[in-house]
């Protein structure tokens, strides 16, 4: 498997790999863009793939504006791999090269994201929209997690 930047043109995959999954599923495929997409990895922050043979079969961005991740999936065929984890780490040492502010997150409750994100070291602060679980990972706590090994 081969880990690397995203890209505009993997975005087909990368929409491929978001609408394939078994936990938070869009209510609405066509509410996140290929423009969307574009725009998380151009101009608002970065994103990563991680590719077996010649498909992308997972992805995370970053949103270094809003201090949030935007996205992070893997395909259901693919998962419990490692690549979640991957993806998850790259991104983290990308954003807190850049930035010392705390990044945010959300997922729905219940879900195999809400416990990775937990054993992660992500802290529940609250709900989000009502209905998801919002969790906050600091600069000092990404450190001590994933710098002192």
């Given at each position: ?8 043109g ?18 609405d ?6 423009a969307?997409c ?13 590719e077996?043979?010649?498909w992308?079969?997972?992805f ?14 893997v395909d259901?065929?693919?998962?419990k791999?490692g ?11 990308w ?7 705390t ?18 070291g992500?802290k529940?602060?609250g709900?989000?929209r009502k ?12 450190r001590?997690r994933y710098?002192s090994?």
């Amino acid at each position: 498997m081969i880990f690397r930047e995203a890209f505009p043109g993997d975005i087909s995959q990368i929409q491929r790999v978001r609408n394939s999954v078994n936990e938070n599923v869009l209510s609405d495929p066509a509410i996140v863009t290929n423009a969307d997409c574009e725009r998380y990895l151009v101009e608002r922050g970065k994103g990563w793939v991680c590719e077996a043979g010649n498909w992308i079969v997972g992805f995370s961005i970053v949103d270094l504006l809003d201090r949030n991740v935007w996205a992070l999936f893997v395909d259901p065929h693919f998962e419990k791999m490692g690549i979640g984890r991957r993806l998850h780490e790259d991104m983290l040492a990308w954003y807190f090269s850049r930035a010392d502010a705390t990044l945010w997150l959300s997922t729905a409750p219940g879900t195999r994201a809400e416990g990775f994100y937990r054993a992660a070291g992500w802290k529940y602060v609250g709900l989000y929209r009502k209905t998801e679980l919002k969790f906050e990972l600091t600069a000092d706590e990404w450190r001590r997690r994933y710098l002192s090994n």
